[in-house]
């Protein structure tokens, strides 16, 4: 069965420094999300994109963030200078069409010291 | 936005018992998903449920979307069932956006033998 994956499981990084968390979403998707959930907390929505462009993002996707999909099978958020607060899991998600189920990956557990 | 509340917050069970959990919402859905946390973090679909009932083993969930609520049903509770279930639900009203998913605080479950 078709599943998102993502790597790696755990970064650990210093404040300051820049991470990449990777995901390969269902191939026939077309839709693709990520999510965070700080720990303890509800998981919460970052960005959404679509047709090689950002379709909708939250208030915490501020400008340290970015997406990309640098081919056709990868999809990417790198965070450019991590504060301890972005300390959290974050979930990277697809879907066929927008309205559809999403399919989580299993996240990546991002520590910031 | 839209609001997703969970009930109840926390719920202690013997294994073997019957369990039901509640999801509101504040608006008309087009997608509404259940989700079970593992202890290891990692988000497991359930149902896309955003009208009707799905039963699944031992597991259903029944949304009624006139009345804005979802139901998830757990029989014959086992220890492994414990972990945070979410409920999460995309808005009618995103238009031509993605259609996120805003999720609940959760329901955690623990099951004692």
């Known amino acids: 069965e078709p599943e998102v994956t993502q790597t790696p499981s755990h970064q650990v990084t210093q404040m300051g420094q820049e991470v990449i968390l990777r995901c390969v979403p269902i191939?026939?998707?077309?839709?693709f999300y990520w999510y965070r959930q700080i720990l303890g907390q509800k998981v919460e929505f970052l960005v959404s994109?679509?047709?090689?462009?950002?379709?909708?993002k939250s208030e915490i996707f501020d400008d340290q963030f970015s997406v990309e999909r640098p081919d056709g099978s990868n999809f990417t958020l790198k965070i450019r200078s991590t504060k301890l607060e972005d300390s959290a899991m974050y979930f990277c998600?697809?879907?066929?069409?927008?309205?559809?189920?999403?399919?989580f990956g299993p996240g990546t557990r991002l520590t910031v010291l | 936005g839209i609001q997703v509340e969970q009930s109840p917050p926390d719920l202690i069970l013997q294994e073997g018992a019957n369990s039901t959990l509640r999801c509101n919402f504040s608006d008309s859905v087009n997608n509404l998903q259940w989700f079970h946390q593992n202890p290891w973090g990692q988000l497991i679909n359930l149902f896309y449920i955003p009208s009707g009932t799905k039963q699944n083993g031992r597991l259903s969930a029944t949304t009624v979307a006139t009345e804005r609520y979802s139901l998830l049903y757990i029989s014959s509770s086992q220890t492994t069932d414990s972990g945070v279930y979410f409920c999460?639900?995309?808005?009618?009203?995103?238009?031509?956006?993605?259609?996120?998913?805003?999720f609940g605080k959760g329901t955690k479950l623990s099951v004692i033998p």
């Open positions: 998600a697809s879907s066929e069409t927008r309205g559809n189920e999403q399919f």
């Open positions: 191939s026939n998707h077309l839709y």
């Open positions: 999460a639900v995309a808005a009618v009203y995103s238009g031509a956006g993605s259609y996120q998913l805003t």
């Open positions: 994109f679509y047709n090689n462009e950002i379709s909708e």
